[in-house]
């Protein structure tokens, strides 16, 4: 008997509906083929399939098996087939009737007739919302990611004998009720560093504030040991956590990765992540044959945090021009264009040389000016044009390292009071852009910035002048004016308006010194 | 010593097999077509149709049944072996045009009496 069983694919950030048809033959030699481009997870899920059935007591039927993937002609990838191809044979068995009204089937089966965390739940949800198919039967583990999608049915199974009880009508599986997005206020998460750790480097840690607050990108560059690194950590810290749009976008590229952990539904706490220098361009901005988002797209809506920036290869480098622009990143394969979202905060440390002591005043510099050119080749203008605020941090005198930690508490601002100006700043900035897509300053188009950005006379005079002057681009004088307003956002008196002591704040972590 | 009880077991099944075959209007050609290269447990021919069986018998059903031991390469195997008998026989190749693979599987019970016995025609893979 021919039975069809509704599940999903994915390609890139969107689900296609794939129907799993499951043929049982009665005559012919026996065994289980599964046709319709699958690739070797699938082609394993044979034996899941069968001794999962047999481990939950019910007898594999020794008769011709065709499974067909249909479209045939769409690649298949992933565990998730598992449940729809086990639905499906105990169907043409006649064992299990099928709900009546279209539902989604999907997860990947443990060989106790167990269902285990399956990736992609989320977005299997937003397809079933927008295709109209209104039950959905997903493993118990990854169901939570479902339930964030209001007005679809979200089965919670964890057992395979269990589905079968409860299609059958004899047991009863609850309906995970729909949850909603928890306020901006998911409390304070314990970070590495906190700022008040940090000593000294207070205009690093003001520069810190701005482009935590404004979404920009922001470059250090420093002597070794000067705190660099304690400076990225921490602003993971000061980070608000994401709004219920921005984390609808991350949640979709985290569940189609698998990095959900099991049982939680959306992420609301906003991506920071790292990369090593030894990371490839394709990890970094995705890709592979079926493309994959790569780490500029995991770091969405959130910091991506690359250190020993110069020691990254030319090309990988060079890679991320395009996504600092646009937000979004587009692959293209022989399978597809797939384009994912990549608007994320880029915060580069580097040192200034390679012996990494040029400028320093106590230690001498060894490289000749030869390596030196070298060095900072490495980082090209057009990249380097991409990065808002750039900021020297020296190294720390000892002085101030010895005078005792006891003084410092109360006067250096900790992590959580820094990270109250941002949100609140942040919450400015969501009111401006309601319904636009944008979250934050730096997200601004040109367009935009005509709309939103009240500049007062003086303050254009200054800007006009520095142009002039620095020989900036037309592309800096845009930035200028986006921090700018995220200086004016962050100031005591709220302003929306900027004024001229914002923007020659701005212009101080524009100019680079170097040396 | 478990290669003697494997041809012993063999044996049986052919025989087994050959009987259920003559049963069903089959006329026996060959049992246990040999050469170096392979073997074939029966050739057969009904309706003007030559046949190569490949003859799997099983003890109980703890490891598995035997139509899982007969998969593409075992098939492709008796295939090889069903060319080389025509090649082997030019006249046989001149009648019959076609050929056809079957399989005929026995589970025997607890108690050395057959408990199944199941004839596949025309196998393809």
Redesign the interface.
Known sequence: MLTKVLSAAHFGLEATPIEVEVNVFKK????FSIIGLPNKSIEEAKERVKTALINSGIEFP?LKIIVNLAPADIPKEGSLYDLPIAIGILTSMELVKQPEEKSFFYGELSLDGGLRHTKGVFLLALAAKSLGIKNLFVPKDSANEASVIAGINVYPVSSLSELIGFLNGVSEIKKLSHTVHGSLSTGYEAVEFDFSEIIGQESAKRAMTIAAAGGHNIFMQGPPGAGKTMLARATAGILPSLNEEESLEVTKIYSLTGNIPPGEGLITQRPFRTAHHTTSRIGLIGGGSDPHPGEISLSHNGVLFLDEFPEFPRATLEALRQPLEDGKVSITRIAGSVTFPSSFMLIAASNPCPCGYLGDPKKECKCTPRMIMKYQAKLSGPLMDRIDLHINVPAVDIEKLIAGSEKRIGKTQNSKQIRDQVIKARETQNKRFKGLKIYTNANMKNKHIGKFCDIDKRSLLLLKQAVNTYNLSARTYFRLIKVSQTIADLSPERSRRILPNHVAEALQYRIRTNG | MAKKFNRKVGKEGEEIAAKFLSGKGYKILERNYYTRFGEIDLIVLKNNILTFVEVKLKHGEDFG?P??M?GTSKLSQVQRMAEFYLMDKPKMAEIYKTYSLD?VCIMMGEDGEVGRISH?EN?TF
């Open positions: 012919g030699f026996p065994g020794n | 049944t139509e899982e007969i399989a596949y196998l």
